[in-house]
């Protein structure tokens, strides 16, 4: 069982819009302060210094992986969230880059990987048959629904539901 659509437009404000907004600035910001070294160190390549090359490097490729994020976040603000529904294929988690005492959680669901909060991570089997609704993009979370077979509906995963 596999689907993928757009929300009604009755269905209420999306909860998660301002960390769309939020992160959509915040590596935009990011990209453009590296754009901005790359341009530099490009100028001073240009006129004769070439201690930059380092500077070009390593802001370069920071720029790109910004860049990617960036994309990701500001092609999200003119969608609406959409909904996968199907069977959870793999869940697993991992510490991340930088913060490696924080750890993410993740399922794929459809051939996608999103990332969940640690609440739903608990209440979810692998093959459990879910609803995430989320950005199209980013895949920012907006409700994550487990099916429950008793009442032959789908239920909040976080905030309460029992198995």
């Excluded at 769309?20 to 490009?42: D, E, W």
């Excluded at 969608?79 to 294929?89: S, T």
């Excluded at 750890?103 to 990987?113: L, R």
Aim: charge should be positive.
């Amino acid at each position: 069982m596999r689907t993928s659509y757009e929300l009604e437009r009755d269905d209420p404000s999306p909860k998660k819009r301002g960390a769309v907004i939020r992160n959509a600035m915040f590596y935009s910001t990011l990209f453009g302060g590296c754009l901005a070294l790359v341009i530099l160190a490009l100028i001073k390549i240009v006129s004769g210094d070439s201690g930059f090359f380092f500077m070009l490097t390593v802001f370069g490729l920071l720029g790109l992986l910004f860049l990617y994020f960036a994309r990701l976040y500001l092609r999200d603000l003119t969608k609406q969230p959409v909904q996968i529904e199907g069977e959870v294929m793999k869940k697993w988690h991992k510490g991340n880059l930088l913060f490696f005492f924080l750890s993410s959680y993740y399922i794929v669901v459809d051939k996608k990987i999103i990332s969940i909060p640690v609440q739903a991570y608990g209440l979810l089997l692998e093959t459990d048959l879910v609803r995430v609704t989320c950005y199209p993009h980013s895949l920012t979370v907006e409700r994550i629904e487990l099916y429950d077979t008793s009442a032959k509906q789908f239920l909040p995963a976080v905030g309460g539901t029992s198995r």
